[in-house]
């Protein structure tokens, strides 16, 4: 009988040495559109069949190389493909595995490293590896008191990630209203009843969930640590980035380690001009105006198509500081018109679903089931300027 693995097994295997042909069987635009690392595309319905021409493309594709695993979006089509390899012959029942609900698991991996920022403050950054998604949690040693940031709805992550450092959440924060994913920033404040922070530029957007808000450089104390609020909007009109102790910012979809945030999803494509300017001034007299050696937690990583990441590698932190970025970025060497410019210019495509995305996170439209949920996140997060 063909063996299913799972999507975090499929990490595993990925972060091993060793050989394996990974072959997802979605058809050609789903792939394309966004597909796991090293996945060699091999369309197969649920009732197509392995004809003697199908197997040689097959073998074409995958060669000698075992064991096979074979994705799909739900894990139907790739398990038909599996047992087809085996009653032909192609494999052995011991050479081919099926990723367990397919991308949809994919989507779901996580990875979480520590940041070394200060000796007083310990920082666990929480990646959501096949979307590129990084959240916080933010401690302080001495109380064991921590604050988590830009949480995604797998709460249940965040959770673990602070029981296993031995802290207690005690605040729940989002840098802003995200496009590309369904928060669980309220989702979590309710599970553990601790006060759940947006900027306070939030009530503009429309928000509808509860919330605290927090007005321009507003502190909050997690144990003996300050939080400070740096209402930084050009990303979105209500972002917010936080300062730790003044040694770490985190800057959400503000300022990322290879780019910045993009502007015409909630500007649209007639005011991105005015988002660009926001963002112009938010980076250069807020976030770099902070000393060189502040180190930068941006609240994504990027995730090209084809599932690779931009910069760093799963597991490793995805971090830099106000000096490097500063000095280290061509995009912030522009004057504030060329900085306009170029965002005119280089418009990325937009992540899938978003404006649903963005309305389930306002509170203003429910998502009916974790199906449902998991159908509207698929794909990656497109919140970076190209």
């Excluded at 070394?116 to 001495?142: F, H, I, N, S």
Aim: negative net charge.
């Amino acid at each position: 009988m063909v063996e299913h693995i799972s999507a975090d097994e499929l990490a595993a295997r990925m972060d091993r040495e060793g050989s394996f042909a990974l072959v997802d069987t979605r058809g050609v635009e789903s792939y394309e559109a966004w597909h796991a690392p090293g996945a060699h595309n091999f369309p197969f319905g649920p009732d197509a069949e392995l004809t003697d021409e199908r197997r040689r493309a097959f073998e074409s594709i995958v060669g000698d190389t075992r064991p096979v695993v074979t994705i799909c979006a739900k894990g139907v089509s790739s398990r038909h493909l599996a047992d087809a390899l085996v009653e032909s012959g192609v494999v052995a029942d011991d050479e081919v595995f099926v990723v367990e609900d397919g991308m949809r698991g994919w989507s779901n991996v996580y990875e979480t490293t520590p940041v070394q920022v200060d000796e007083g403050v310990e920082v666990v950054q929480v990646q959501r590896r096949a979307k590129g998604c990084l959240g916080y949690l933010v401690g302080d040693p001495a109380t064991a008191e921590a604050a988590v940031v830009d949480a995604t709805r797998q709460t249940d992550v965040f959770r673990e990630v602070a029981a296993d450092a031995g802290y207690d959440i005690v605040r729940v924060l989002d840098t802003h209203v995200h496009a590309d994913h369904l928060s669980g920033g309220r989702a979590l404040a309710d599970e553990l009843d601790v006060p759940y922070h947006l900027g306070a530029d939030a009530r503009e957007r429309g928000v509808e969930v509860e919330y605290d808000p927090l007005e321009r450089n507003e502190v909050v104390e997690v144990g003996d640590i300050d939080l400070k609020a740096l209402a930084t909007p050009g990303h979105t009109t209500e972002s917010v980035s936080y300062l730790v102790d003044a040694t770490a910012v985190l800057t959400g979809d503000s300022l990322f380690v290879d780019s910045t945030g993009r502007t015409e999803l909630e500007f649209g494509e007639r005011g991105a001009d005015e988002g660009a300017r926001l963002l112009y001034d938010s980076l250069h007299r807020t976030l770099l105006a902070e000393p060189d050696a502040v180190t930068v937690l941006p609240g994504h990583v990027d995730v090209a198509s084809d599932g690779e990441w931009g910069v760093a590698s799963p597991g490793d932190p995805v971090a830099g500081s106000v000096g490097t970025l500063r000095t280290g970025l061509s995009l912030l060497e522009r004057d504030r018109e060329g900085f306009v410019d170029y965002f005119a210019e280089h418009t990325p495509e937009k992540p899938p679903n978003y404006e649903r995305v963005v309305a389930v996170n306002r509170g203003i439209e429910a998502v009916p089931d974790e199906p449902a949920a998991t159908e509207l996140e698929m794909g990656p997060n497109n919140c970076a300027i190209e």
